[in-house]
């Protein structure tokens, strides 16, 4: 951090009085974030100024980093002195809420239930909103599928399943639903892993095969801009997957 930037950040931080110092100091480091005072790339004070400007003792400090870290807002580098202001992703919040939907023992009527309103919603906006790039990435992904069904690698093609809808979602150009759509997706993997592993073959095949089908009428519909015909194909899809896998579950 240059030096100008670091008088700056001293005006801004300033000392705590708590018992929980760690968590106030953490908390103002994340707020001066958020608000974008503190960018990607920036480079956060040594442990010795903040020790200076927060008046607090280095243990205080590294558990504030280190909650900083834990929580994806900043990285530290070996062999250097200060951390780093992250790029502010999604991964951690998507993995909190399926922690919390897992825990919840979510049950299959309730999961197609959701997506039945979300995934739907999704392939309308991406019918609406998509670029030449999404539709490139959803062919190659399609493509890719094909491969996996042909080749008997019906695990491989489940866990894909993940990449299609949230490629959907990405077209959609909506974040939150993006990230529901990745969650979700991955809730219902495991429990069409289950029955892959139980199934023959030739069930597999028959059941990889319709996926793929109705994966690329829903393509088509938002290939060529028809949010009616997406919603709908997505519509059929989810009543298929949760009569299939209800019959099963």
Sequence with gaps: MEKGHEDKLGGMLHPVETQRASE???E????????GHLK?????PSERSMMSMLQRSRPTIREALRML???GFIRTIPGTNGAVVQQIGTDGVEQSLEVVLQTSRV???ELTEYRAQNDTTVARWAAQRHTKQDIAVLNRLLT???????????EEFVARDVDFHSQLAKAGKNQVAYVMAKVTSNLSSPIMLQFVRRQTEAENLDMCSRILSMHRKIYEAVR???ADAAEAAMAYHIQVFHSDLNEKY
């Design 24 to 26: 106030a100091i953490y």
């Design 28 to 35: 103002q480091i994340k707020q001066l974030i958020l608000d």
């Design 40 to 44: 990607p790339g920036d480079r956060l």
């Design 69 to 71: 870290e834990r929580t």
């Design 107 to 109: 049950s299959l009527d």
């Design 144 to 154: 890719e599928a094909a491969i996996l069904v042909e080749s008997r690698e019906f």
């Design 224 to 226: 060529l801009g028809d």
